[in-house]
């Protein structure tokens, strides 16, 4: 699998980022794509997750009524546009296949991540 993420940076809390990876055509054509995070010291988790057609989206607790899970077929791309951003948001984040229906990868390999650093 072939993941390329971008968009990170450092915010402001109360801040927004949008967020792309890019997949190989192999990976991401017919694939639920999803965003996780792992931030210094924990275990990498689940953030948001998106069927193959761009609807039925779902996300964590944590980021629901914030961040909004979006793809463009055309383009092999899964976008995270996130707002409100919190100091507990700072993480690499990273893109992947899902398990539908599930909150864990169904690939993996993973990207290099793009690091979101959001100050108080």
């Known amino acids: 699998a072939q993941l390329a993420e971008s968009g990170g940076g450092s915010v402001q809390t109360g801040g927004s980022l949008n967020l792309s990876c890019v997949a190989s055509a192999r990976t991401f054509r017919g694939s639920a794509m999803g965003w996780f995070r792992q931030a210094p010291g924990k275990e990498r988790e689940f953030v948001a997750a998106?069927?193959?057609?761009?609807?039925?989206?779902y996300y964590a607790d944590s980021v629901k009524g914030r961040f909004t899970i979006s793809r463009d077929n055309a383009k092999n791309t899964v976008f995270l546009q996130m707002n409100s951003l919190k100091p507990e948001d700072t993480a690499v984040y990273l893109c992947?296949?899902?398990?539908?229906?599930?909150?864990?990868?169904?690939?993996?390999?993973w990207g290099q991540g793009t690091q979101v650093t959001v100050s108080p």
């Open positions: 998106i069927n193959h057609l761009g609807g039925s989206p």
């Open positions: 992947n296949t899902v398990v539908w229906g599930r909150k864990y990868p169904g690939n993996k390999y």
